[in-house]
């Protein structure tokens, strides 16, 4: 299988993580070494970083029916190394009665090949996305 296929089916799974509730299939496809910097959450490393992750997810699945779309916008390979940065758009149903909730951040994966030649989510970072600004035209309009 080639880099850029791999990685791309490590994606899928990532996603599938989420629209099944399967903390596993996240798992699996993590380094044991996972630096994660989600938004909102204290920074994690490693073991302890993999633990406190499941934990969040369960609580996570165990409120809401969480649906994930991908956009990735590039996947960069550099030997053993590869990046991909993109939007992740989350729709949160809660379980109990609700209103859906929906979000979007904006996330770097940083991904290293093991030994075994397949490729793991090494680093995780996002952060909720913002509005684009207004065009300048309009910030001039909306002054006066």
């Known amino acids: 299988m080639d880099d850029l296929y791999a990685i791309n089916a490590a994606k899928t799974e990532f996603r599938e993580c989420f629209n ?27 073991e302890s970083g993999l633990k406190a ?36 758009n989350f729709s949160l149903t809660p379980k109990h009665g609700g209103q859906a909730k929906h979000r979007r951040d904006r996330y770097v994966d940083i991904w290293r090949k093991n030994k075994e030649g397949q490729w793991k989510l090494w680093m995780y970072i996002d952060n909720q996305d913002v509005a684009d600004a207004l065009p300048e035209s309009q910030l001039t309009c909306a002054a006066h």
């Open 53 to 88: 992750l499941k934990i969040r997810l369960a609580n996570l699945f165990e409120r809401f029916t969480v649906k994930v779309v991908i956009v990735v916008v590039e996947i960069r390979l550099q030997g053993d190394i590869a990046y991909d940065y993109g939007w992740h």
């Open 20 to 46: 099944h509730g399967d903390i596993s299939k996240l798992m699996a496809i993590a380094d044991p070494d996972l630096v994660s910097f989600t938004d909102g959450a204290p920074s994690e490393f490693g």
